[in-house]
């Protein structure tokens, strides 16, 4: 390896590792802040959080690297040209092509790792991602009772309490409603003071109040007066409420198992395959019974005295009165809405499953779009940085966030398309599509020193051009 071309590498490859680790923590910082409220105060471990980030921030890598690729190749070719590097090289007969081959050549291999991410790390670690989302959604907040305040997390309970000593167990002035029975009766314990505390296991939280009564009411009208308000006093009472729904539990993952979002390129093939059959099977079935009910136009059942044969409709017309004619206008009526009716239920049926087979063709197309994008962005990055200029931070952030939000924008608009099938699957690849000509244009100015986009040549030009007009 040359000296010219670890001098490149090293001032490529720094940015681009910088970049992907500061564009995969604002994407998970994106993911805590939607999901903010489904994680605090319900006292998981700190492994639980921690394998969730994780699960989380490589479902974001195939994002995160067209991103980092486009910036550090805007910012490498940018800080070349800024400090001249850019031109000493070309004095020294190196072209801008060549200049530009090592970093093609780390994006080539970025390509191939994230196609291979994608197709067998990514399944997984979306697999791992939902199902431990899913079960912290399921976990209730952590016991929190707090002073002057209902609180009603434990089935069939509301709690409040006045004051709590700091030792956080001791609480004062407590009422307790107990809904357990239904609507039908009201039960209310009231005490003076008492403490809390949960069994080894986590399972069961005891409350043991003292100096206290129990107050039961029943509100139905068959015992409202033969059973009035009961109050029993006691000393020392000892609840036991159920909280094995607080803890955290792992759901059977099977569940998870078959999604779109999980499956690799051969068993999304697979997927589409059989759910293509089943979807022909359903157009088959829609036609042969659509077919079945439009031929009834074209004859009408006459029971005949002497035999039980069906005569052709016009010959059964011109032997009957008017009344058989009204009577084949409303059988007919009859058919043609049933139908109609059928076709709009095979037709609801018919579209989720549509739907469904895209989402598909989306995450099948999605694995290809995503790591063709790292070499395409390096084709719109590199030769626009060497063009502009201008290194550092701010030039090239501005630009790769205008490129990337202008390919992202076409690719979502493409993939609402592809779902909604208003185009075939391959509408995922229209922003690779739209970008391809323009990386093109942006190489070929870069490598041949055109002046289209050079801002003081258009300004000569027009200074030129309107001397001309002057003189004549």
């Not at 357990?180 to 069994?199: F, K, L």
């Not at 007066?225 to 109050?231: D, N, V, Y």
């Not at 099977?281 to 074209?298: G, P």
């Not at 185009?423 to 190489?443: A, D």
Request: net charge negative; aromatic share 12%; proline share 4%.
């Amino acid at each position: 390896m040359k000296k010219v071309d670890r001098l490149i590498l090293k001032s490529f490859l720094g940015p681009l590792l910088l970049t992907f680790v500061i564009a995969v923590f604002v994407l998970l910082m994106q993911f805590v802040w939607k999901y903010i409220d489904d994680l605090v105060g319900k006292g998981l471990d700190f492994a639980v959080i921690a394998q969730l980030m994780l699960y989380a921030s490589a479902t974001f890598v195939p994002m995160a690297l067209p991103i980092a690729v486009l910036f550090a190749s805007i910012m490498t070719m940018g800080n070349f040209g800024e400090k001249y590097e850019l031109v000493a090289m070309k004095a020294g007969g190196i072209s801008v092509r060549r200049v530009m081959m090592p970093m093609a050549l780390v994006s080539m291999l970025l390509m191939g790792i994230a196609f291979y991410f994608a197709n067998n790390v990514l399944p997984v670690a979306m697999y791992k991602y939902r199902s431990t989302l899913y079960d912290i959604q399921r976990k209730k907040p952590a016991v929190s009772i707090r002073p002057s305040e209902f609180y009603s997390e434990i089935d069939g309970y509301v709690i409040r309490v006045n004051t709590k000593d700091p030792d956080g167990r001791t609480m004062r002035d407590i009422i307790i409603y107990d809904h357990t029975e239904g609507i039908n009766r009201t039960n209310i314990i009231v005490a003076d003071h008492g403490y809390m505390q949960s069994t080894p296991d986590d399972h069961y939280l005891l409350f043991t109040l003292y100096d206290g009564y129990n107050y039961s009411e029943p509100t139905d009208g068959e015992n409202e007066l033969s059973r009035p308000l009961t109050s029993i006093g006691f000393t020392e009472q000892t609840l036991t409420f159920d909280i094995s729904s607080f803890a955290f539990e792992k759901s059977d993952e099977e569940f998870f198992s078959g999604h779109y979002q999980m499956l690799n390129v051969a068993q999304l093939d697979s997927t589409v395959g059989s759910l293509k059959d089943a979807l022909d099977k359903r157009y088959v079935e829609m036609k042969d019974n659509c077919l079945e009910k439009l031929t009834a136009y074209r004859y009408h059942t006459a029971h005949v005295e002497d035999s039980s044969s069906y005569l052709d409709v016009n010959q059964w017309l011109a032997d009957t009165n008017g009344e058989a004619l009204r009577t084949v206008i409303s059988q007919a009526s009859i058919i043609s809405r049933n139908a109609l009716n059928d076709a709009d239920m095979y037709e609801s049926m018919i579209e989720p499953e549509q739907e469904y087979i895209n989402r598909h063709y989306i995450e099948l197309m999605r694995k290809f779009t995503l790591s063709v994008a790292c070499l395409l962005l390096f084709l719109i990055g590199a030769p626009f940085g060497s063009i502009v200029r201008k290194g550092g931070l701010g030039m090239p952030l501005v630009a790769s966030v205008v490129f990337f939000v202008l390919y992202y924008v076409i690719g979502m608009i493409s993939e609402k398309s592809v779902r909604e099938s208003a185009v075939p699957p391959v509408g995922m690849w229209i922003s690779t599509f739209v970008f391809i000509p323009i990386g093109i244009l942006l190489t070929w100015q870069a490598t041949t020193d055109s002046s289209i986009f050079d801002l003081a040549s258009w300004k000569r030009w027009l200074k030129i051009k309107s001397r001309y007009k002057s003189k004549q």
